[in-house]
Structure formats: structure tokens, C-alpha cells
């Protein structure tokens, strides 16, 4: 089957490698002139790394399975890190527990009443019902409203702004779950990875495993109308050209996928809620000594203008940064806030300022390069019942799908969930349905009715 593939970022690079395997020829349209989407990378001038960071987790699985499989299991690394906190204008480490007893900010009760919630936490199952409730009461009823001023309130300031009192518990609910599983329980130390030369690496041997299935990568590339043929399958417009294919799949964000569609082929009403994005700024130092020991450092405070410190060298060898240090400096903002639209050198000002109230001994000197990196959809906001405004991957078309991160309704953006989610994808078999009318007949999950093509497909 010929199979079109909206966006060569993480989900529709592993959606067309995982297609391409089963004998479909795809192509992948990709607005930007380099793959990867929010994954991609970025030459700094002494090293080419991630525009973002990016960080692999021991209970990755669905991930370290497919990294495996397209062949870099040898390109894994492994390393214990640490974990550190800026609270009252002073650094903490609370990489293990004896530290995390220790944390002065915390009494002992709050600091039970913060395990609890941890614990508590990563056991829950019904999400559903956090979806109900916002983050700032669940955090309240279970951590007590000493623990939630001095620390939740704070990091919920720093990761989503104002707009924390609009989101759901499963915000945080699904942070706990994603970063309680990275304990290694056995040595108490977390255990971080990446992939040798940063997801460049990954990115082109995806390119080159697909392209050597037959299929096709189109860069630079902007998809400007999809719609229905008359007969069967379905149209893509992109540079003054059209083009057919059997199925179309899009991997972009609901507000592009709302402006290209044409309306028969995925209800989309105006007057209804939809989805929200948050969007990120990042300042990324090269510098010549590490700023912190830490590979994350939360922060919650307000006078700083970014959200944690990542100290990617101290997950990534000095070998693949040139002797540099690499660390990160995010701040998270709605999609249409106005500090998204400044330019680079008053956002680096701005950084810049906050930086040197944390570290006031840091010189021009120390400093090799500083580069700002953004994205304006990088992350649903997870607002009350969100799960109710995402699109459904099976649209009004048989031959048209929606595959991308706004579907994470119970999970937290990142790459595992990615894999897993294209992996469920490729289970329920929607390449092979086809319109009632034609050939045998049996029921797919939602009733679709598939034909199987046999011989074809395993
Ligand atoms: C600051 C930050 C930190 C992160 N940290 C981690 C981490 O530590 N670990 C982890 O696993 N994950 C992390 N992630 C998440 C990870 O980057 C995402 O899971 C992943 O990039 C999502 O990929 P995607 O393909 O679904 O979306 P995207 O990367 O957004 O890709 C969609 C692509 O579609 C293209 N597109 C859209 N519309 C069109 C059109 N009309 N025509 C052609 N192309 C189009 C876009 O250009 C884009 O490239 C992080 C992300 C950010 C931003």
C-alpha cells in the first residue's frame, strides 16, 4: 500500500520504519529541512546535540526495544546521576534518601506527607477519576497545604505558569508514575541513558532503514491541504502539487491538523473546547566547567525566570561534547504567549539575569556558547477532562488516521510513550481495513470492518 505520513518527528519516523517493514511504501512530509521534530538536533559550533534534552529511562522499554531493533543497542549508555533541587536561594542534592530526609526546606511531617504522595501516587491506577479533580486540590488533599505552598505550588508555577489552577491531577499523577519507575530500587541510584551522538543517531538510521524499504522522506516540505479522493484513498497538497495515496496518516499538532484537513474527513467544530499546547523557550550553554554536579535541578523560584537547571554532561560523556559542558535552561510558557515571539538576545538577557542570581561567580569566560532553542507546540495542557477533546486516531475516512502526542491522555510527553503508542497503533491493524462493500469481511476493534489480504501481511 502506497501510505502517506504527516511529520518525520519521532511518531511519524517510527510509524513509517514500523509500516515499511510490513512491505507498505511510505512517504514522510516534514515542514523543517532536518527530521526529528521536538527531538531534533542542533549544531552548537564545537557539538552537534539535541536542540532539546532529552533523557532515556530504564523502564523505557518500549523505546530501548526499538532502539534495539533498528540496530543501535550497542550505541545505549548507561549512567548513575543525581538529582538536585534550588529552594530559599540555595542548591540541595536529594539524589538518595538519606539526602532527601536531610531536606531542611521540608519538616519531618511534610516531608512523609511528600512520600506519601509519591508512593500513593504511583500506584493508582483510575486515572479517570484524576482527570475530575484539579492538580492543585489532589496535591492538597494528599500532601497537606505546608508541603504543597513550600514545594508543589512552586514547581506547578514553574512548569505550567497561572494555568496550573486549569489542569487535571493526571498531570502530576503521570510525572510520579514516569520518574518513580526510574529508580533502580536495588542500588537506590538513578540510572539515566542516551544514545551515543544524541537522537541525530537515531534519526539517520531511521532515514536510512526507510529509505532502503523503498521508502521516501520528503524535507522541507509543508502539507497545506489534506482531503478525500472521489474514488478511494486520499489527497496531500504540498507545493503547488497534489498527490494520492491510499492512507494518510498525520503526526502533527491538533491546531495544524485543524487548518490542512478539509472537513469530511475529521469533525472539527469551531465553537467547541480544544486542544491547548504549552510551548517552550531553552536557553543551551556550552561552557567550559559544569555549572551544577546535578543532571536535573528543579527549581521553584520565582525570581528565576527558567524552570530547572539539566546538566546534560553529567549523563553524556565528555567525549561526545568536545570537552564542553552542555546544560539546559527551559522555561515553560503557553503556546501563544508573547515572550515566545522575542527576540534571542532579551530572551538571553533575561536568562541571563536569572542565571546569575544562582550562580554569581559564573564569568563571560567560563562561557563558549549560549543559544536559544523553541518550540511553540510542545505539550498539551492537561486541563480538566482532556481526555474528551483529543482527536480519535480512527477519523470519518476510512483511509485517513490521527497518530500524534495529544492521544498521550494518561502519560507524560516523551518518547517511550511515543514507540508505545505507534506500537498500538500498528496492533489494531487499520492499514488492512477497508470500506464495507468489497471482498471477506470481519470486525475490527470500533466495529471497523477489516479485509485481510492474505499472503500479503503476516
Ligand atoms: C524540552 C523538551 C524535553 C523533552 N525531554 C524528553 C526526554 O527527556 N525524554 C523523552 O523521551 N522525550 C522528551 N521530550 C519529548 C519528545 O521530544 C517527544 O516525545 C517527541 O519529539 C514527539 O514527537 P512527535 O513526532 O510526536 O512530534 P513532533 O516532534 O512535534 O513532530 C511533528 C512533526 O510534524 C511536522 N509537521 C507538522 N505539520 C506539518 C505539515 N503540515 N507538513 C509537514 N510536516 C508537518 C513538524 O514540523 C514536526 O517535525 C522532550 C520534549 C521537549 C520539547
Redo the contacts with the bound molecule.
Keep these: 500500500m502506497n501510505i502517506g505520513i ?7 519516523l517510527v510509524l513509517a520504519h514500523r509500516l515499511s517493514l510490513q512491505g507498505h511504501i511510505v512517504t514522510v ?4 529541512k532536518q527530521l ?4 531534533t538536533y542542533h549544531d552548537y559550533g564545537p557539538l552537534v546535540w539535541d536542540r ?5 529511562l530504564p523502564s ?1 522499554t518500549h ?1 530501548i526495544n526499538f532502539i534495539q531493533k533498528i540496530g543501535l543497542g550497542e550505541e545505549l549508555r548507561w549512567r548513575p546521576t543525581l538529582t538536585g533541587c534550588y529552594i530559599n536561594q540555595k542548591l540541595y542534592s536529594i539524589s538518595n534518601t538519606i539526602e532527601f530526609l536531610r531536606f531542611p526546606p521540608l519538616s519531618l511531617i511534610g516531608k512523609l506527607r511528600l512520600a506519601f504522595t509519591l508512593l500513593y501516587g504511583s500506584r493508582i491506577k483510575n486515572w479517570q477519576g484524576l482527570e475530575k479533580i484539579t492538580v492543585e486540590d489532589w496535591l492538597l488533599k494528599v500532601s497537606g497545604r505546608n508541603t504543597y505552598e513550600k514545594l508543589w505550588k512552586p514547581l506547578l508555577l514553574a512548569k505550567l505558569g497561572e494555568n496550573y489552577k486549569r489542569v487535571s491531577a493526571v498531570f502530576i499523577w503521570s510525572y510520579i508514575k514516569r520518574l518513580f519507575s526510574a529508580r533502580d530500587s536495588s542500588l537506590h541510584k538513578e540510572q539515566f541513558g542516551y544514545v551515543v551522538g544524541g537522537y541525530k543517531t537515531v534519526f539517520d538510521q531511521l532515514e536510512k532503514l526507510i529509505c532502503s524499504a523503498g521508502g521516501h522522506i520528503c524535507t522541507g ?3 497545506e491541504h489534506i482531503a478525500s479522493h472521489p474514488d478511494s484513498g486520499i489527497w496531500v497538497e504540498h507545493s503547488g502539487k497534489k498527490e494520492h495515496f491510499d492512507k494518510v496518516i498525520f ?3 491538533v491546531n ?1 491538523l485543524q487548518h ?1 484537513v478539509a472537513q469530511d474527513l475529521i469533525k472539527i467544530s469551531g465553537d467547541r473546547p480544544t486542544v491547548e499546547y504549552m510551548g ?1 523557550i ?1 536557553m543551551v550553554l556550552i561552557t567550559r566547567k559544569a555549572l551544577v554536579p546535578y543532571y536535573i535541578v528543579n527549581l521553584a523560584d520565582q525570581r528565576i525566570p527558567f524552570t530547572g537547571i539539566i546538566g546534560m554532561s553529567n549523563l553524556v560523556s565528555l567525549k561526545e561534547t568536545a570537552g564542553l559542558h552542555i546544560t539546559y535552561l ?1 522555561k515553560y510558557v503557553l503556546s501563544n504567549d508573547p515572550l515566545l515571539q522575542q527576540p534571542d538576545d532579551e530572551l538571553r538577557k533575561l536568562f541571563f539575569r536569572g542565571l546569575h542570581l544562582i550562580f554569581p561567580e559564573l564569568k563571560a569566560d567560563d562561557i563558549v556558547v549560549s543559544h536559544i532553542n523553541r ?1 511553540q ?2 505539550q498539551p495542557l492537561q486541563v480538566l477532562n482532556y481526555s474528551s477533546l483529543v482527536p480519535k486516531i480512527v477519523t470519518e475516512h476510512n483511509d485517513f488516521f490521527v497518530l ?2 495529544s492521544q498521550f491522555v494518561n502519560e507524560t ?4 510513550t ?1 514507540v508505545k503508542h505507534v506500537e498500538e497503533f500498528m496492533r489494531k491493524e487499520y492499514m488492512l481495513k477497508r470500506e464495507q462493500g468489497a471482498g471477506s469481511r470481519e470486525q475490527g476493534a470500533g466495529g471497523i470492518p477489516i479485509i485481510k489480504i492474505r499472503g500479503l501481511y503476516p
Excluded: Q
Design positions: 504527516i511529520g518525520g518527528g519521532m511518531t511519524g512530509f516534514e515542514s523543517n526529528g521534530g521536538l527531538a532539546f534534552y532529552h533523557v532515556i523505557d523505546l516540505v509543508t502539507v503526526t502533527g499538532p495544524i490542512v517552550v531553552c527551559p518550540a507546540k510542545m500524534n502526542t510527553l516523551n518518547n517511550n511515543v
